[in-house]
């Protein structure tokens, strides 16, 4: 009797309810009536209407995919985003797709992932390949032995990868108090507070770090001296670090790290480092991040303090200097090796025609202030400064893992990932730009050949809807870049852009304009013209970077995020990188390439007889060139 009331149930109550959830007509947006009213269309279901027909409005009806060319199947117009289901997103074939990049996750707290779909809040923790999802435990850092009594600030000492908040605890109690013969401390927020107990002596007490999910402890040494201890305290010694030389605008770190104190009870918390200019407080903490406009010397004052309350001084000198390299603009990170004053367009420096036609210091725009952010995001990457964006934490942490504590090699690598396989900076292939120009080996569907077709997806998506093809086959012309902001003046066939354009306006590019882009910032934050090059091969472009602590030049393949853009110790894979190499670039002009024997994973292959020869003649142009500028300015001071 029971079993016939649960199924005269399912079939009454549950069964209808489950088959309007899973109607296919309501799926579309439609319902299924006797018949269809006004401002409303028939539509032929693959699985039809239990009773009726499928009526929906006229504004999205479609018999079937193909019946229409300008939606698809729910209704949504080709290249845009669903307005139904996100992150659904209607392909110029008509296509549903999953692409959170362009459409977003339905909910803020939801998780876009590399290949489009949404890991949704309450679902989180599904595998995903972006290692920026990774929670990592909080990193901490030693503590000195401190002497009792004293107030600590842990976050000096911990910080965690992602950038999340830090509770604090103490492993022996699991609680925010602990106490024993020798301390009696406290935890509130991050501040650890102890005072001596009633013996003396020493002991170490272990401190939980943890963001919620993982964590890490720190060790506190702590003593308890003997009054006549305590009267012979000594105070501090500061140390405010090197002089500094640096320009305009430029961002400086004031570094108090190496100050010391005798009885090793100097607390690093920002309350005991205050440094002053002028006498007037510009900051506190170990270390400072610090600009100045003007161009003169700074007298910069440390003052650190014990926990004793003694206290000693020491300065720092900081010197601003006139720029002498992009006198123009007002970047403030630039090469000091440059010959550009301005940013795009400057028609400075040397003729490079590798696609298109261009002069050296407009496509390689070391002098734009608009990709300052970017190196200041590698900046804050490699001096353990927190990067608030949890996308970048991967990048970060790769480079700082392989940086072999060396801040420029760390940052070179940063911006490597940044650009390629982390896709922060640029993401996709700009494959529009080659079936524009109906370049048949790139552009895949000769149907978008002479159109701005396909359309990649990156975060300027709202800019890449209004890019232009003004190519046709009775006018095969290469295109030309006109403007930034008025994208309509400007024709897209094989162009190769300048950095500021490519990473900025557009967030995607060819092989070339991903090259350039990622040589650009490595010029900016310090690499040299003879560490990084654009390298150009037959059909394809790259880069060849010489990262500090390495005798021998590396290949990084970014282009349309390649996975992995650099390994370190060889290649990039799918290409024959050193056989194909034909030229090398930056904003001096065309370079000589490192010989092949100078390149990881090269050196076993032999160059040939006409490349020995181009590389003699090419210094021996270099040299006559040279030789005729020198005479020149001779005959001007004359």
Not at 159 to 171: C, H, K, M, R, W
Not at 282 to 310: C, H, N, Q
Not at 347 to 362: F, K, M, T, V, Y
Not at 606 to 632: D, N
């Amino acid at each position: 009797m029971k079993r016939l009331i649960f199924l005269l149930f399912f079939f009454v109550i549950i069964f209808p309810v489950l088959a309007h959830a899973y109607d296919p007509c309501m799926l579309i947006g439609g319902s299924c009536q006797a018949s269809c009213s006004e401002g409303e269309e028939e539509i032929e279901l693959t699985t039809p209407c239990d009773s009726g027909i499928c009526c929906v409005p006229t504004t999205q009806a479609l018999v079937n995919p193909e019946a229409s060319s300008l939606t698809c199947l729910d209704g949504t117009l080709l290249d845009s985003c669903s307005s139904a289901i996100q992150p659904n997103f209607c392909s110029q074939d008509g296509i549903l797709t999953e692409d959170c990049l362009v459409c977003g996750c339905p909910a803020p707290e939801d998780i876009c992932n590399p290949d489009g779909s949404c890991t949704l809040a309450q679902f989180q923790g599904q595998q995903s390949t972006d290692l920026g999802l990774i929670n990592s435990p909080p990193l901490t850092s030693p503590i000195p032995q401190i002497s009792s009594p004293f107030n600590l600030d842990l976050k000096a000492y911990a910080t965690d990868p992602e950038s999340q908040e830090l509770f604090f605890a103490f492993q022996q109690t699991q609680d925010l108090s602990y106490s024993s013969s020798i301390s009696a401390c406290t935890i509130i927020d991050s501040m650890l507070s102890c005072q001596p107990a009633q013996s003396q002596g020493a002991e170490t007490i272990q401190v939980i770090v943890s963001d919620g999910v993982k964590s890490s402890t720190l060790d506190v040494s702590i003593i308890t001296q003997q009054a006549s201890q305590q009267e012979l305290n000594l105070p501090p010694i500061a140390a405010a670090g090197e002089d500094i030389v640096a320009y305009s605008g430029q961002r400086i770190i004031l570094d108090a790290s190496k100050s010391t104190d005798p009885d090793n009870d100097l607390i690093y918390q920002d309350s005991s480092f205050v440094w002053k200019h002028n006498n007037l407080v510009i900051g506190r903490g170990v270390t400072l991040l610090k600009r100045f406009d003007s161009p003169g010397g700074y007298t910069v004052e440390l003052e650190v303090t014990d926990s004793a309350g003694l206290t000693s001084k020491d300065t720092v000198s900081v010197f601003i200097q006139n720029k002498n390299r992009c006198r123009n603009t007002t970047a403030s990170y630039f090469p000091q090796d440059t010959i550009c004053d301005n940013k795009w367009p400057s028609h400075q420096g040397e003729l490079i025609a590798i696609n298109s036609r261009s002069q050296s210091c407009d496509l390689i725009e070391v002098c734009d202030e608009s990709t300052d952010y970017i190196i200041e995001d590698a900046i804050d990457c490699c001096d353990g400064s927190p990067l608030k964006d949890s996308r970048k934490a991967g990048a970060c942490n790769f480079a700082n893992k392989y940086s072999q504590g060396s801040q420029k090699r760390c940052q070179g690598i940063y911006l490597i990932k940044g650009i390629g396989d982390n896709a922060i900076y640029m993401q996709d292939y700009f494959e529009a730009e080659m079936c524009c120009y109906a370049v048949e080996s790139i552009c895949t569907k000769p149907a978008n050949f002479y159109k701005a077709k396909p359309l990649p997806r990156t975060q300027k998506q709202q800019n890449i809807q209004n890019i232009f093809c003004k190519t046709t086959p009775a006018n095969r012309i290469l295109g030309n870049w006109y403007s930034d902001t008025v994208l309509s003046y400007n024709n897209i066939a094989l162009q190769d852009l300048h950095a500021g354009a490519t990473i900025n306006v557009l967030a995607t590019g060819t092989c070339v304009d991903y090259s350039v882009a990622l040589v650009t910032l490595l010029r900016k934050i310090g690499y040299t013209q003879d560490e990084v090059f654009v390298a150009e091969a037959s059909n394809h472009a790259y880069t060849l970077i010489r990262l500090p602590l390495d005798r021998k030049f590396h290949f990084a393949d970014t282009t349309g995020n390649n996975a992995p853009s650099i390994i370190l110790g060889s290649t990039p894979r799918g290409y024959s990188y050193c056989e194909n190499l034909m030229a090398c670039y930056n904003d001096h002009g065309k370079q000589l390439c490192p010989e092949l024997k100078s390149i990881v994973g090269c050196e076993g292959i032999k160059e040939p007889f006409t490349k020995q020869a181009s590389r003699f003649s090419f210094k021996t142009q270099k040299i006559v060139k040279g030789a005729v500028s020198l005479f020149v300015e001779e005959v001007k001071r004359e």
